[in-house]
């Protein structure tokens, strides 16, 4: 692979064709490096969530416990009275 350095008002720069090849490797270097992370970063978020969301069930289970319990007791209190 050649490099052409040409120069313009702005400085040296690669080749249209070369640049293409740098921006090519190094965007698939940076999926391959990147992908990876993403996916264990996902991974801990969605334990997370399945933790919170088995944390929110169990409490809302133990409130209709609680609510059907009261319900019992007030409609017991009211066949009581009649």
Do not use: W
């Amino acid at each position: 692979m050649r490099l052409c350095f040409c120069r313009l008002r702005h400085g040296p720069f690669l080749s249209p064709s070369t640049e293409n090849i740098v921006q090519y490797v190094s965007s698939s270097l940076l999926q391959l490096v990147f992908l990876p992370l993403i996916m264990v970063g996902q991974d801990v978020m969605s334990r997370k969530e399945r933790a919170q969301r088995d944390a929110d069930h169990r409490m809302i289970i133990d409130e209709l416990k609680l609510l059907r319990e009261i319900h019992s007791t007030v409609v017991k209190g009211v066949n009581a009275d009649v």
